[in-house]
């Protein structure tokens, strides 16, 4: 509004105030905007609190809370990340989290999407290591009544170890001295890495067959908890329970306690310790102590190369991330509409427990089997087509770029170089296109394919095409 002044008042005007223009958001249009912004602000943290609610679907994706004090964080781990993990996260276990924070939208909840844990405290490797030992005591693998003895007097021992350490040559020099009409059979084999526990296990299974050995040693020097990890694997410990033939585990230090340990029928302290056992009948007490005294003098002089092994994440490009966090929030989705009509079934039944009788049951029961059936078949499906997916969209990508990359080379300045032209340079740094640009006693640079040369001009022949 404006107002005119009248004759004999002061003048003045005002507008009255325009209303903002009123943006209205759909529910899916906000929540997703947020999840973006959280994304981007939060794409890399670490979070430190207790598991709780732990929960594993079919799919393998991990779900649980991480608590702290009054509040607490949902947390998932897919299945990708849960397979890389060398302990089993489980309730109650404090816990350190690296991922990024995102939104779930179906429920527009906030939780962290994990990349990697480890446990505050314990190291991942002695958490497995602990849990693995729990369970196989419980199944009674270590049991003394499982054991079976030593011959006392072998005549061949067969060794699992490198062929190359100096564990088998301490085994062969003990040997050969207490023993020396012992036969030693060598199997070799790694004794670090991805591939030591399966080629271990198949040297067992090897002398097993054969029945050309009364005794097998497995022997390894000593090292840390990640040297040692092989020996503590639960494939080779059920390799040792089922060997016909006695097992003798020497594997480290004497302070150095493996799986393969609790489940051999002896344990020997050092590889060297191992061929004194075997042989220990064919010496005398004094013949023996003196022996011992000698291992314990070698074993302070023994030393082994330490070397743990670094894991690299493959980056990949953001276009193959975005892909994977869909596929996973659907995964997602799909995991939660099961629990969900799991749990309703079971509240069905439960309600539905005093009027039914035992037949409407069973077919509820197999009704309820078929959906989840047809579910799982649904979701195999749709991972089939978007694992399609995604290799015809990378192979689209890498032809495109590839493409790209041709051109932007046969645009280059520097592509007409390698064909026996020059690009020649004023004293300012200027690029001289005609000899009119140039100036006597000007020092120039010519730039070549390969290399440059610094000149000066003594004279120039002025250009009589005035076409350039």
Known sequence: MTASPQPGQLGFSFEAPKAAPRRIWTVGELVGEVRESIEREYADLWVEGEISNLRSAPSGHVYFTLKDGDSQLPVVLFRRQASLLRFRPEDGLHALVRGKVSVYEQRGQMQLIAEFMEPVGAGSLQIAFEQLKARLQVEGLFDAQRKKPLPAFPHCVGIITSPSGAVIRDFLNVGSRRHEALNVLLYPVVVQG???????????????????????????????LEDLAPFNSELLARAIAASELPVVSAIGHETDFTIADFTADLRAPTPSAAAELITEAQHKVAGYVETMWHRLQRACRFQLIQSRERFSRVQIDASSAS???????????????????????????????????????????????????????????????????????FQSGRTQLKSFDDRLAGLSPLAVLNRGYALVYGESGNLIRTSDAAHEGESITTRLAYGTLKSRVFAIERSTDTSS
Request: hydrophobic fraction near 40%; charged fraction near 30%; aromatic fraction near 4%.
């Open 194 to 224: 991805a591939t030591a526990a399966m080629e271990v296990k198949a040297g067992i299974e090897y002398f097993n067959r054969a029945h050309t050995v009364d005794v097998i040693v497995i022997a390894r020097g000593g090292g840390s």
């Open 323 to 393: 892909l994977r966090d869909a596929f996973g929030r659907r995964q997602q989705r799909i995991d939660e509409l099961r629990f969900r009509m799991e749990a309703a079934w079971r509240a069905k039944v439960r309600q539905s427990s005093d009027h039914v009788n035992s037949c409407t049951l069973r077919l509820l029961r197999q009704d309820t089997s078929h959906r989840l059936r047809l579910l799982q078949e649904r979701l195999a499906a749709l991972d089939a087509r978007l694992a399609h997916t995604s290799r015809v969209r």
